[in-house]
């Protein structure tokens, strides 16, 4: 079975600091894909970054960027110069090739520090 | 290019009482996802929609929601009666059927609240 987990309930970052999320999967297909959504407080699930399991180079995406370690399954988000707007929830999630469901980790809820 | 629309953005109801959810993906998307998202969760799905057929619904409590998506573009997701524990927020998300990883795109969900 798949499963995703996020182990910090909550982070605090200082402006202009970068930040890590961490993220660790477990799966048996040797295909997937990773994600990571950003949810504020208005509700809507943002999409950051996508990994794929066979990609070579971990994925970067403007200021996030995704540090894959595929042998040990973990999939951590960077968010490099913290702004106040990235306060929110982030979600991992993990989908099976082929267009199988996603499943979410428990979140992350991030609080950025003027 | 327009995003996943969902109305109502919020609903109060009584318990006992129907509620219905509107979904439109974006054009173009043939998948359609309805997800459940209690208070402090990630989300959880509901039922996958391949144009117009349900190809994942078992986790879809099928003794009080239904869904459907008839010509498979909209969506709409019924709960009938509602209870307390229906209270949550309601997602709708859209993709694009690839045959690889398919990367989904939101709606601002629907919060419902159930008195």
């Known amino acids: 079975a798949q499963k995703i987990t996020q182990t910090q309930p909550g982070m605090f970052v200082q402006e202009k600091e970068a930040v890590t999320l961490d993220c660790t999967y477990d799966?048996?297909?040797?295909?997937?894909?990773l994600f990571w959504y950003k949810q504020p407080s208005s509700g809507e699930m943002i999409f950051l970054i996508y990994?794929?399991?066979?990609?070579?180079q971990n994925a970067t995406e403007g200021r996030y960027s995704l540090n894959f370690q595929k042998a040990r399954k973990s999939a951590n988000l960077v968010i490099s110069a913290s702004q106040l707007g990235d306060s929110a929830m982030y979600f991992c999630?993990?989908?099976?090739?082929?267009?199988?469901?996603?499943?979410f980790g428990a979140g992350t809820r991030l609080f950025v520090k003027a | 290019e327009a995003g996943v629309v969902q109305s109502p953005r919020y609903k109060i109801i009584e318990k006992k009482q129907p509620v219905a959810f509107w979904c439109n993906p974006i054009s173009g998307h043939n998948t359609l996802y309805w997800y459940l998202q209690n208070l402090g969760q990630g989300p959880e799905l509901l039922i996958r929609?391949?144009?117009?057929?349900?190809?994942?619904d078992s986790q879809l409590p099928k003794d009080r929601f239904s869904a459907e998506r008839l010509k498979g573009v909209d969506s709409t997701l019924k709960i009938q009666p509602a209870e307390l524990g229906d209270s949550a927020v309601y997602l709708c998300?859209?993709?694009?059927?690839?045959?690889?990883?398919?990367?989904?795109?939101f709606g601002p969900g629907t919060r419902l609240l159930v008195l």
């Open positions: 999630a993990m989908s099976r090739t082929g267009g199988f469901k996603t499943i």
């Open positions: 929609y391949e144009n117009e057929e349900a190809v994942d």
């Open positions: 799966t048996s297909d040797p295909s997937y894909g």
């Open positions: 990994q794929g399991s066979y990609d070579q």
């Open positions: 998300a859209s993709s694009l059927r690839t045959g690889g990883v398919e990367t989904q795109y």
